[in-house]
């Protein structure tokens, strides 16, 4: 079990209700991660949600020739495996702790469970779900802007 004082420090977790912090110390398991050790892999099934208490771990994707591609660096406070923790599938990218890192991790069943319980606690957290996975199209949508920008010049 995971002592709720942890959870009260997460940023993404500010707002949330005490009584449903507790819950999630309940459901949720903590687990640490040394330097470059793998979190999840990319094309696995997926399905736990991971909120990063402490550290930070990096997204990367392997191009066609095989070589891996940076894709970002999630830090302390944010969310990872939102989208197959959602709709299920396989990871798009693989996770690796960037430094030692701390993680709570949560199954979709406890998820589902929590939000029952506590329904506006639970809304608060898809909100941010969606505002991560907002970000994260914005950003793919002004890097696709830039390479065709880029692409244009040279015509």
């Not at 330097?35 to 930070?56: C, H, K, Q, R, V």
Request: a negative charge; hydrophobic letters at 45%; glycine letters at 8%.
């Amino acid at each position: 079990m995971i002592d709720i004082s942890q959870l009260k420090e997460v940023a993404s977790l500010e707002g949330i209700s005490e009584d449903a912090l507790a819950h999630l110390a309940k459901v949720m398991q903590k687990r640490a991660y040394r330097d470059a050790d793998p979190i999840f892999n990319e094309n696995t099934e997926g399905g736990d949600l991971y909120l990063i208490g402490a550290g930070s771990v990096r997204l990367n994707r392997r191009a066609k020739e095989g070589e891996a591609q940076n894709l970002a660096i999630v830090k302390e406070g944010d969310f990872l495996g939102i989208m197959t923790f959602m709709v299920g599938g396989k990871h798009s990218a693989s996770a690796v702790a960037k430094g030692d890192c701390t993680l709570y991790v949560m199954d979709r069943n406890s998820f589902d469970e929590f939000t029952e319980k506590f329904p506006a606690d639970g809304n608060m957290i898809l909100m941010i779900f969606i505002e991560r996975l907002v970000d994260s199209v914005r950003g793919m949508y002004e890097r696709y802007i830039d390479m065709v920008n880029y692409m244009w010049r040279w015509r």
